[in-house]
Every structure is written in C-alpha cells, then in structure tokens.
Nanobody
C-alpha cells in the first residue's frame, strides 16, 4: 500500500482560497488514481475530486465543480487540491486517497481540517 500525508488545511474566510497537498510514499505513486474526499461533522463522506495516474482525466463532485482543481506532480509524489471561492459549507476534514480506479480507493491519509468562516 501507499502511505499518504495531507497538509495545508486551516481556517480561511469565505471567498478565500487554500491549497491542500498530499505526499505519498511506499508504492509507485504514478500507478495510482488519486482522490480527495471530505467529511463534515454528522455527514457522510463526500467525493470531492479525482485524477488519473497520468493527469489526463479529472472528475469533480457537483458541489465543488468550477471552484476546486485537482492536480498531481508524479516527480514529487504529490497530489494537490486548489480550493477557491470557499464557502462555509466547505468546512470538513479533507482526506487524500489512492486507488486503482475512480471507484476503488484503498489507501487513505489521516485527514486535514479545513474551516471556512462566514
């Protein structure tokens, strides 16, 4: 399995931006589909974005489309989530995940807290 460590979370005012990073170690990072998910208190985990191993294909959750951008740097074993026009409803713990397909993620990070104030 691949080990994942997220960073970049914090407290931001509504309308602001944050960039999350997820550093991977272990297995060959470039073989994996990478994804971001989030979970707010009392809510189910929600898909945010995913990117194919060669960056050719990206997918976004409806609530973040047009505001968030996922990218990856295979040379640095890192995946990013650029979050713009943040809203209070974006407040959640954000998790990085690695998988073999866009539907199957087997490795997860510990999460990073993102809090958006109104």
């Amino acid at each position: 399995q691949v080990q994942l460590v997220e960073s970049g979370g914090g407290l931001v005012q509504a309308g602001g931006s944050l960039r999350l990073s997820c550093a991977a170690s272990g297995r060959t990072f470039s073989n994996y589909v990478m994804g971001w998910f989030r979970q707010a208190p009392g809510k189910e985990r929600e898909f945010v974005a995913a990117i194919s191993s060669n960056s050719e294909i990206t997918s976004y959750g409806f609530s973040v489309k047009g505001r968030f951008t996922i990218s990856r740097d295979n040379a640095k074993n890192t995946v990013y989530l650029q979050m713009n026009s943040l809203k209070p409803e974006d407040t959640a713990v954000y998790y990085c995940a690695a998988g073999t397909t866009f539907q199957l993620f087997a490795s997860w990070g510990q999460g990073t807290q993102v809090t958006i104030s109104s």
